[in-house]
């Protein structure tokens, strides 16, 4: 069984016992949330209805924050001495699918 679930701005598609990497949330190591299912397989039966889905509950445990990779930005102008540098790392957190509850 698995699911397509909306984790962030994306959608990520897992089964129990994945690990991913998903956008910051506020809660803290250790305590679990609850993703929304778009999508649900079972064997060979597919759910997409929205009443069905309402019904399915995908959680999920936070494991610990993360770091994505330093992304350098470098501005230049030519010939007038204008040059910018900045660093952006963006914040994730990683968490582990504990159950997916049909």
């Excluded at 190591?29 to 299912?37: F, M, R, T, V, Y």
């Excluded at 001495?81 to 049909?102: C, D, F, M, S």
């Amino acid at each position: 069984m698995y699911a397509i679930v909306r984790a962030g701005g994306r959608q990520e598609k897992v089964s129990v016992g994945d690990v991913l990497t998903i956008d910051k949330v506020a809660v803290a190591a250790g305590e679990s949330i609850e993703l929304k299912p778009l999508l649900l397989v079972d064997g060979t039966t597919v759910t997409t209805d929205a009443a069905k889905l309402a019904k399915v509950t995908v959680k999920a445990e936070v494991m610990k924050s993360a770091k994505g990779p330093k992304i350098t930005i470098i501005k230049y102008k030519n010939k007038t001495g204008y040059r910018k540098r900045q660093g952006h790392r963006q914040p994730l957190t990683q968490v582990k699918v504990t159950e997916i509850n049909a």
